[in-house]
């Protein structure tokens, strides 16, 4: 198999660019680190420095993950009807069929 | 001398009359305490004026953020410094920092020192703000514990920031010093070039020696091994000598300055005393 110009050029230019991270901010303790972006760092520790400079500069959180984004395993975005799809139909899997005594209120 | 400005605004001359084009200095005498906290103050500002040239020119987007993320750290301080001597002498903070002469600023002259826009490299940056920001870091640490209260709960706020301005430069003083040959050869020319000045970050005089008797601050020759222990494994990690300190001292705590200082307040005071009392 032979590389294509594509991933020629984009081996050349991962060479000299420094690798790209996610980064997932916790609001407060209790809550989930939820994915809020990524950047370019040489390694963990300047990724997890300018995170906190980039992403958390406005009180957003009290808790930083950075993860390699070349590390994390993504579903395919051309399975996307076979993987979710089946799922549509399948509204009982919800629990929306039971009936709340009064005295429960809002759940 | 003409002047080059623009009409003037119309929110100008709501304020009363904006017909000179420069303002009058303050006359301002301070006691040694308060010349203590100017010091402090001002080297805080001068600093920030200086790293404001790094907006927009850092050698990456997030660094940019981190740079301008510190500056506004020690603007912050020199605010909360400025205002506190500002309410002991009848001024506020805008007139003390934008009105007064070369000879009434009081900061180290190493932070006066010509900057990105001089044709230093970041390489200069980064000596210059580990340098500062372990000084700073010890300084904040011992006026946590300040005679004077609201020093106090000033330092312990600025102490934090500092700690991480330390471990923000340091990291990129390891990386520059053991990184390529052009990196390290641009970290020992940065370091030769501002060591000279740090010798006056641990001098004495009478106002340090009044600070240390009413309690007020440390003196600056008190907070020397402690930057020491900070400064050595750094550079002996990033594989920098530390050079030996020289005869010469510079004096900008005594308001004496640099030859660059004169351009730096020219253009950091410009808009005030164009616009006295302008805000934003």
């Known amino acids: 198999m032979t590389a294509s110009k594509t991933d020629i050029a984009n081996a050349e230019a991962q060479a000299h660019e420094w690798p790209l991270w996610e980064v997932f901010v916790r609001p ?29 500069r406005r009180q957003e959180g009290i808790s930083v993950w950075i993860v390699r984004s070349d590390q994390i395993v993504a579903s395919d975005p051309a399975d996307k009807a076979m ?5 549509e139909d399948k509204v009982y899997r919800h629990p929306t069929f039971y009936e709340l005594p009064p005295e429960v209120g809002h759940m | 001398m003409t002047t080059a400005f ?14 000179s084009t420069t303002t009058e200095s303050i006359v301002f005498a301070p006691t040694p305490l308060q010349a203590y906290l100017m010091r402090i ?8 004026q200086r790293l404001a040239e790094w907006s927009g020119h850092a050698p990456i987007l997030e660094e940019d953020i981190a740079l301008t993320n510190l500056a506004l750290d020690l603007v912050g301080q020199a605010r909360a410094l400025l205002t506190h001597v500002g309410r002991q002498t009848g001024f506020d903070e805008d007139q003390l920092a934008f009105l007064r002469n070369e000879r009434d600023f009081r900061n180290v002259t190493l932070v006066e020192l010509p900057g990105r826009r001089a044709g230093r490299d970041f390489a200069d940056a980064v000596v210059r703000n580990f340098l500062l920001a372990a000084w700073m870091n010890v300084l904040w640490s011992k006026l946590e514990s300040s005679s004077d209260a609201e020093i106090a709960a000033i330092a312990g706020k600025a102490v934090k920031e500092s700690r991480y301005h330390v471990a923000h ?11 390529t040959d ?27 020696t009044a600070a240390a008797e009413a309690g007020l601050g440390p003196m600056r020759v008190s907070l020397k091994a402690e930057w020491d222990a900070i400064v050595a494994p750094v550079f002996a990690e990033a594989g920098l000598n530390i050079p030996a300190t020289g005869a010469f001292r510079s004096t900008g705590t005594r308001g004496v300055h ?23």
């Open chain 2, 182 to 208: 052009e990196s390290m050869r641009r970290t020992r020319q940065a370091v030769d070039r501002l060591w000279p000045y740090t010798a006056e970050l641990f001098e004495t005089d009478g106002i340090d």
């Open chain 2, 258 to 280: 640099s030859e660059h200082m004169g351009y730096l307040l020219a253009e950091m005071q410009t808009l005030q005393r164009t616009l006295p009392g302008g805000q934003w």
């Open chain 1, 83 to 87: 993987l979710f799809d089946p799922m």
């Open chain 1, 28 to 56: 407060k303790a209790g809550l989930d680190h939820k994915h809020c972006g990524s950047l370019h760092a040489a390694d963990s520790k300047m990724a997890l420095q300018l995170a906190r400079e980039v992403y958390t």
């Open chain 2, 6 to 19: 623009a009409p003037l605004p119309t929110t100008a001359s709501a304020s009363g009359s904006v017909a």
């Open chain 2, 41 to 48: 103050g001002d080297t805080c500002l001068i600093h920030t």
């Open chain 2, 169 to 179: 430069a340091a990291d990129w003083v390891v990386r520059l010093g053991d990184g």
